[in-house]
T-cell receptor, first 112, second 115 residues
Framework: GENVEQHPSTLSVQEGDSAVIKCTYSDSASNYFPWYKQELGKRPQLIIDIRSNVGEKKDQRIAVTLNKTAKHFSLHITETQPEDSAVYFCAASSGNTGKLIFGQGTTLQVKP | KAGVTQTPRYLIKTRGQQVTLSCSPISGHRSVSWYQQTPGQGLQFLFEYFSETQRNKGNFPGRFSGRQFSNSRSEMNVSTLELGDSALYLC??????????????FGAGTRLSVL
């Protein structure tokens, strides 16, 4: 069935370093890949997304890359800051549905 | 523009009871999806509604049901509550279910505790 695997489950970096989170999806029909950030006790917030007709997308310190052949996509955060500390979720869906399949989440800790 | 609003924010119920949760989407959004979030299972898809029709349903028992009204507001119902139903229930809305319109924005959730 549909599945999204996310690694690592926890990630600790020093402030200013880069962080990379990787996800692999199983459904070859998937064509939309959002990333959400969830701070403790708060709602998931969309931080960046990518569609299958694009290989890479950047928004300031955040970038996402997609490899459709290998069925994996990654989130890259550069120049990390303490406020980047949160749980990050990747997700995948096919274009004809609002059904998002989520990865298990990555707890990112940025140490000052 | 107001975000996705979920009510109530917190609920405490006992086993065997039923519960109804409400979700008001962002103005102009016509799609609503529901997710269950637990520490063990993460975020799991429950249902998707568009134009008052359920378009997708996740792998949850029939005790979980939902509906959408003509103003796009949605409700979900859980009957015969079990301890394992304790979770954060999140609602997300989007302009529509397809293509560029299917960007989902989440509400703050309803925290359900079943005792």
């Amino acid at each position: 069935g549909e599945n999204v695997e996310q690694h690592p489950s926890t990630l600790s970096v020093q402030e200013g370093d880069s962080a990379v989170i990787k996800c692999t999806y199983s459904d070859s029909a998937s064509n939309y890949f959002p990333w959400y950030k969830q701070e403790l006790g708060k709602r998931p917030q969309l931080i960046i997304d990518i569609r299958s007709n694009v290989g890479e997308k950047k928004d300031q310190r955040i970038a996402v890359t997609l490899n459709k052949t290998a069925k994996h996509f990654s989130l890259h955060i550069t120049e990390t800051q303490p406020e980047d500390s949160a749980v990050y979720f990747c997700a995948a869906s096919s274009g004809n549905t609002g059904k998002l399949i989520f990865g298990q989440g990555t707890t990112l800790q940025v140490k000052p | 523009k107001a975000g996705v609003t979920q009510t109530p924010r917190y609920l405490i119920k006992t086993r065997g009871q039923q519960v109804t949760l409400s979700c008001s989407p962002i103005s102009g959004h016509r799609s609503v999806s529901w997710y269950q979030q637990t520490p063990g299972q993460g975020l799991q898809f429950l249902f998707e509604y568009f134009s008052e029709t359920q378009r997708n349903k996740g792998n949850f028992p029939g005790r979980f049901s939902g509906r959408q009204f003509s103003n796009s507001r949605s409700e979900m119902n859980v009957s015969t509550l079990e301890l394992g139903d304790s979770a954060l229930y999140l609602c997300a809305s989007s302009l529509g279910p397809r293509g560029p319109k299917n960007i989902q924005y989440f509400g703050a959730g309803t925290r359900l505790s079943v005792l």
